[in-house]
């Protein structure tokens, strides 16, 4: 076999992973099940880790499998599992069709930067907030590249085929709803994105050798690994190819030494050794990396680095209705998705990867900017000015990869209560113009919000014990600028009772002879 093989077998692997996990989050057709989905989620490791401590499994154990291969061979999981690394690996592939002129060259490890922002991350987990997990985890920022950026536009190219092809009275493809979320949200997935871009078609894998948490976690680890790549000097010819081609940037040709914990193990260099001096070998010091003094100054200079500040400036926008009321409408607990349990449970395991955004058939689950204050920063939350919950649909708490949100039957799922809808008489329609509504009662699928009489017409009331914080009544509100009824979030999601009032099955006559 072949060095270049290896190499080959290392992309096949990688397309493998990164094609169904794009379409896992840009589908809008259901191609990909529920029983295919967690195969391919599972082995992220983010996610992995944090729902083997929510839901120990079988399938939320494939962070201890990324564990091991890191143990024997490095980081693997960078080159083959991450979605965001294959990602990185086409867009240097893109720039080099276009230029070959761009080499890279050995570079010393930012060592501070990178094992800060590591250490930085797990502090802040450990202290309760997941922001900054949110903003640097590849997994997540891959999810909120795809079904931010990339799904708007095959929907758009799908309608765009639907509607040509209706043209001609051919109706197979079928056109989709065309929504987009928040711009600030969208806006910070779009820099995100050239970010990752820009940096690894100049510099290769630097994203992952600086600012990825997990890259930095498993660098680490991979110092203990029992293979690692060497140089023969006996064999090698000093021709400097292998570091032209090094996306990590860390094969030093001087002093013929490979830095193993920002390998990636793609095998570039193993495919350009014309004299086959760079082998996989057997690790027989343990560690394999020299004594480095910026470890020590970056632990002497810990107490100095700054948390990172976030400026909040978002401004809801208003359903355009036709009555004009006074009351302001202020919530105090957002409405977190069906299967969280609860804000706490939620908060503490969610990584705003966005797959509960992109399974959602009413877009209702929408990433928020500091609806959980700056710990939550881009968690999902249940957005009832834009849509509301359908009561026959758990698609969410299907596919969430960190057990942020557990499964949920339907028949579970129809008596969770989320929050609990308040209403607000003095902007209702029925006190203000003294016309006819009922919007809300009539939207409500478990018929929560009854009507009652009010001065020869119909004021809606709210029974707590039915409402399941669904949101439909919200929505359906015609109210400006204020809602008259809303949904408050349960800190802990609670059971509602089944209304039986409408279950009542009604006799149908029978008539025994034909009646004309």
Known sequence: MTRRVYRSFRIAFGLFFFIPLLIIFVDFTGIIGDKIRPVFTALQFVPSVIKFITVPALLTSGFILITLLTL????????????????????GYIRKRFSSRIKF???????????GLLLATVLSVLGGSMVLLNLLDPFSGFGRISFQLARPIIIGVNNIISFTLSRFGNYSVYPQEFYLGDTFVI??????FLTVVVMAALRGRLYCNTLCPVGSLLGLISKFSLFKFVIKNDLCTECGACGKVCKSECIDTESKDIDMSRCVVCFNCTSVCTSTAIILERNSTGTGDKYDPSRRFF???????????????????????YVINKVPILKKNP??????????????????????????????????????GLEGFLQPAMDYSRSFCNFECNQCTLVCPTGALLPVSLEQKKISQLGKAIFVKDNCVVVTQ??????????????????????????????????????????????????????????????AEKNRENRKEKKEEVLEEFPF
Do not use: W
């Not at 490095?74 to 867009?91: E, H, K, M, T």
């Not at 806006?187 to 995100?192: K, R, W």
């Not at 632990?299 to 355009?320: E, F, H, M, Q, R």
């Not at 969280?340 to 009413?362: D, I, N, Q, W, Y």
């Open 72 to 91: 024997l061979y490095g980081r693997v999981y960078c080159s083959v599992f991450c979605p965001l690394g294959v990602l990185q690996d086409i867009a």
């Open 105 to 115: 060259l050995y570079t010393a490890p930012y060592n501070f930067l990178r094992y």
């Open 187 to 192: 806006s910070f997935a779009l820099v995100f």
């Open 299 to 321: 632990v002497n200079k810990l107490g100095s680095i700054a948390p990172l500040l976030l400026t909040y400036a978002a401004v809801k926008d208003s359903i355009l209705v």
């Open 335 to 372: 409405v977190t998705p069906p299967g969280s349990v609860g804000r706490e449970h939620f908060t503490s395991r969610c990584t705003a990867c966005g797959l509960c955004v992109s399974a959602c058939p009413t877009h209702v689950i929408q990433p928020s900017l500091f609806s959980y």
């Open 434 to 495: 003294k016309s006819e509504c009922g919007a809300c009662s009539e939207h409500c699928p478990t018929k929560a919000v009854t009507m009652v009489p009010y001065e020869k017409l119909f004021l809606p009331e709210v029974r707590d014990k039915y409402c399941i914080g669904c949101g439909a009544c919200e929505k359906a509100c015609p109210t400006k600028p204020y809602k008259a009824i809303y949904v408050e979030g349960n800190f802990e999601h609670k059971i």
